[in-house]
């Protein structure tokens, strides 16, 4: 299968040459492509359907997208690409493309870091219930430990514990009654290498919600927010000063506001810390206009690799000692029980019966450590963070 | 300090030689007192009254104890050692010195598997809502990675949660009343190093409150449970007979349902697999009296040692490889999901407002390890325990 897929690799590349389209994104066609051929070959009951019919309806599709941002998409929209070409107006479509727009120019970013082979591994997966998603996760790189990307577009009917969550934050929303919803969102979380680079995560997300009457209640909700391991004032400057601009573009009671949201969310009551540096945060954003709040978001979407990627940029070869790493390690510790015990996301995803506990799970590092009853030394870097996360601090 | 604690202990050992006293004891009360001086160095406020007085009534208990057992013991209990000394009548008592006797014993048993100096530290500790415990734990050792044996004796007034918790068991209790409790318990987690060496855990616990009328509701609960990173059927045999043996001698029904109980507890639903393979678990015990109760408990914590130390001896000379290693860390990463997201003591633990975190999270491995899209080969010794885990077995 794979000298075929190799054959098919060189075929195209060859084709894309002599239609002189430019070397980035007829590459990234390519490798669409043959994301799509690699998926349908671990269907063995669809193996002949997509190993013609639609390897070449993709390539077909491939060759005809009209916006350039569409090259970088790491595989065939839960929507479809018909839906999403050009510029929809539901949306929950351009919310839809919105994050597959991130998706695909976050994972080349960071491919950059990575030498030879080492590229995001792309899952397209479907939901009994409805929808789908996308999980795009690079593990055991030279400078990722791993970076996980996942976009979702699902629907179907809201659990009863969703509904009595969004009820308990105000929500209009009958107790008991089967209430469709449909969400559409991305997530991603990349622990690095490097203990001097910084983990940075993200969520942006739409949600529509039909009440029992027909009406449909719809919002947005995210974040941006950072988790160093060693404490560098200039970075988190820059960062947050980045998504302060995103926001400020907007509303400039924004920043403020989610930034305090922020250090309130990424909160680890029992070890009396923040889970890093905080950023910005919100939710059951839907004023003053649903306009208004896409604008926002997108905004806020286009200031990720901004905001970090040259944090990446500026460290990834910083020299670093065993005793950084313990650190690094520790910090991935703690970074779990976050996940584990109070992410909202999270224990949402590992209660609803049916999702799919890969992409939940896939913000858990690739190793952590507990030390029984470690603390820094006083004065040492490791207690300067430490201060930080313990009284979370104004950067601008 | 630590030059006076080597002077004290020179002359200690000098006195037990010539007072003839066994040398296994009498090193353990000697290093009994030289813990109590250690814990009395780190109180500032009371260094003169422990480092005097109470440092030397320590010693002058530990020459005049009769039991052999509470030679063993490696701190001063929390209700003290005269509460505790010959054959009290109080159940709270009588499990206290039973959770004392096991926690010595085991971490004797434990340090025979370390060489030179590696010994659990000991930290006794205190509760300003009442009551304390104490933690023993051994870190980064030979034979084993992370050892945690702690003892808890509290009293206060039961939280609202735990209230609902015991209301939804069906404990006769009244909402919104302040309701007195008594707990006293011992747990443990065991984390070896060699992968060929399963991970145990088992906690047992008496628990009394105090109706709004006054009348005192008392049970225990508790269980042993095995996690092997590779599945040997002969251990797995001889750990499930030893504590079927306990049950039996009891009750003949007990085994097969407090197996059933332990593989329905510890559930992994979100990855369809248990933590482990099982062994027993078992809550609100109260009949057929409660000096019955105490019996079968107390051939429970009988048996601990011999379920699992031999299975150590066996094992943790094997050799192993690196893939054995990185098995045993996912494995890890899955006993940590179980114990943040699942465990109904760690969960209440993480939510009791000034609880002893390091002590309820001293349960979480050393280093732990999250691949996307993990899937041992079929038909591998990896896939054979997931097959178990899956699907549990009847082994006896």
């Known amino acids: 299968m ?17 239609l002189h389209s430019p070397l980035g994104p007829s590459s990234v066609r390519v490798n669409w492509v043959l994301t799509a051929v690699r998926a349908a070959s671990s269907s063995s009951r669809r193996r002949l359907l997509w190993g013609s019919g639609v390897c070449f309806s993709g390539l077909a599709v491939a060759f005809t997208l009209d916006k350039p941002t569409s090259c970088t998409w790491k595989a065939e929209p839960i929507s479809g690409v018909k839906a999403l070409r050009g510029a929809p107006s539901e949306m929950r479509l351009r919310m839809e493309k919105l994050c597959m727009d991130l998706q695909g120019q ?29 999980s795009c996760v690079l593990q055991d790189g030279e400078s990722f430990e791993k970076a996980g990307i996942n976009i979702s577009v699902v629907h179907g009917n809201l ?67 950072l988790t160093p391991y060693y404490l560098n004032e200039e970075d988190a400057k820059h960062f947050h000063s980045t998504l302060k601009q995103a926001c400020d573009a907007h509303d400039k009671t924004y920043y403020p506001k989610y930034k305090k949201w922020c250090d309130n969310y990424f909160n680890i ?14 939710d059951d954003l839907e004023t003053p206009t649903k306009e208004d709040c896409f604008k926002f978001v997108s905004s806020c979407a286009s200031s990720v690799i901004p905001s970090y990627v040259p944090l990446v940029e500026k460290h990834y070869r910083d020299s670093f000692k065993e005793n950084h790493m313990r ?30 506990i890969e992409s939940i799970l896939m913000s858990l590092p690739l190793t952590a450590r507990w030390e029984y009853m ?23």
Request: glycine share 10%; net charge positive.
């Open 327 to 356: 650190w690094q390690q520790l910090r991935r510790g703690r970074y779990t029980e976050f996940n584990l015990v109070y992410d909202r996301g999270t224990k949402f995803g590992l209660h609803t019966p049916a999702a799919r």
């Open 374 to 396: 470690h603390e820094p030394e006083k004065g040492s870097p490791e207690d300067e963070l430490l201060q930080v996360l313990r009284t979370p601090k104004d950067w601008i």
């Open 159 to 225: 659990p009863p514990a969703a509904v009595a969550q969004m009820r308990s934050r105000g929500k209009a929303m009958q107790e008991g009654k089967q209430l469709p919803f449909y969400a559409v969102g991305i997530s991603c979380v990349v622990h690095p290498v490097n203990p001097m680079v910084p983990t940075i995560h993200f969520n942006y997300r739409y949600f529509e919600v039909s009440d029992s009457s027909g009406k449909i209640l719809s919002w947005f909700g995210g974040g941006t927010d």
């Open 2 to 18: 794979w000298k075929t897929f190799s054959a098919v690799r060189a075929s195209l590349s060859t084709i894309c040459r002599a």
């Open 269 to 282: 009551p029992h070890r009396k810390e923040r889970r890093g540096i905080g950023g910005i945060f919100f």
């Open 106 to 134: 976050l994972c080349a970013e960071l491919e950059r870091f990575e030498s030879g082979d080492k590229k995001f591994r792309v899952d397209r997966w479907t939901r009994e219930e409805g929808g789908g998603g996308i």
